[in-house]
C-alpha cells in the first residue's frame, strides 16, 4: 500500500518561501508510470492543481504559479518536494501531495499539510 | 479547461438516489474522474474514465458521460456518503476540478 505524507513548516511570512516535501513509502517512486504531484485547497475552498514531476526530473506546472514554482525529485530519499517563492495571504491552503498514476487519475493522496501566509 | 458542478450543495436524506452533474468548457471525451471527501481529509477516488468504479469502492456509486457532459449518481445514499464531492478532468496537461458539490443531510 502506496503511503504519502506532506512535511514542512505551517507557517511562512508573506514575500517568503514555501517549502513541501512529501515522503513516498509503500513503493518505489520510479516505478510504473506515476506523476508525483501537489494539489492545494484554499480554507473552504475547491481544489487546484500544483504540479507534478517524473521521477526523471521532467516537470509540469499550472501556468497560474509556474513563474513561483519549482518541484523538483530525490529518488535516493523517495522524496519529492514543493518551492514556491514570493508567497502571499492568497497561498494558504492546505497542500496535499499525491500520486497521478498512468497520466489518467489521483490514487493515493498524503494527509495534507496547512501552511498559512502571515506575518 | 473549465469544470461547472451543480448543484454546488444538495440537501438528501438516507436512501435517496442523488445525481450531481459536471460539465466541461470542451470535451473532454471520458477522461473525467470523481472524488469524495470528507471534512479534514484528503479525497478519495470514486470513479475514473466517467464511468470506472475505482476498487473497493461501493456499487451504489456510478459514472456517466462523455465529451462535456458528466453524472455521478449514489443510488442509495448512505450516513457515510455526507460529503464535498469534486469532478476533475485528466483530458488536458492543465489537470482541473470542478469547484465542488456539498451532500448534506435533510
Known amino acids: 500500500q502506496v503511503q504519502l505524507q506532506e512535511s514542512g513548516p505551517g507557517l511562512v511570512k508573506p514575500s517568503q518561501t514555501l517549502s513541501l516535501t512529501c515522503t513516498v513509502s509503500g513503493g518505489s517512486i520510479t516505478s510504473g508510470d506515476n506523476y508525483w504531484s501537489w494539489i492545494r485547497q484554499p480554507p473552504g475552498e475547491g481544489l487546484e492543481w500544483v504540479g507534478y514531476?517524473?521521477?526523471?526530473?521532467?516537470?509540469f506546472y499550472n501556468p497560474s504559479l509556474s513563474s513561483r514554482l519549482t518541484i523538483s525529485v530525490d529518488t535516493s530519499r523517495n522524496q519529492f518536494s514543493l518551492r514556491l517563492t514570493s508567497v502571499t495571504a492568497a497561498d494558504t491552503a492546505v497542500y496535499f501531495c499525491?500520486?497521478?498514476?498512468?497520466?489518467?487519475?489521483?490514487?493515493?493522496w498524503g494527509q495534507g499539510t496547512l501552511v498559512t501566509v502571515s506575518s | 479547461i473549465q469544470m461547472t458542478q451543480s448543484p454546488s450543495s444538495l440537501s438528501a436524506s438516507v436512501g435517496d438516489r442523488v445525481t450531481i452533474t459536471c460539465r466541461a468548457s470542451?470535451?473532454?471525451?471520458?477522461?473525467l474522474n470523481w472524488y469524495q471527501q470528507k471534512a479534514g481529509k484528503a479525497p478519495i477516488l470514486l470513479i475514473y474514465d466517467a464511468s470506472s468504479l475505482q476498487s473497493g469502492i461501493p456499487s451504489r456509486f456510478s459514472g456517466s458521460g462523455s465529451g462535456t457532459g458528466f453524472t455521478l449518481t449514489i443510488s442509495s445514499l448512505q450516513p457515510e456518503d455526507f460529503a464535498t464531492y469534486f469532478c476533475?478532468?485528466?483530458?488536458?496537461?492543465?489537470?482541473?476540478f470542478g469547484g465542488g458539490t456539498k451532500v448534506e443531510i435533510k
Open positions: 499525491a500520486r497521478y498514476r498512468d497520466y489518467i487519475l489521483f490514487d493515493y
Open positions: 470542451q470535451s473532454i471525451r471520458s477522461s
Open positions: 514531476i517524473y521521477y526523471n526530473g521532467n516537470t
Open positions: 476533475q478532468q485528466s483530458y488536458s496537461t492543465l489537470l482541473t
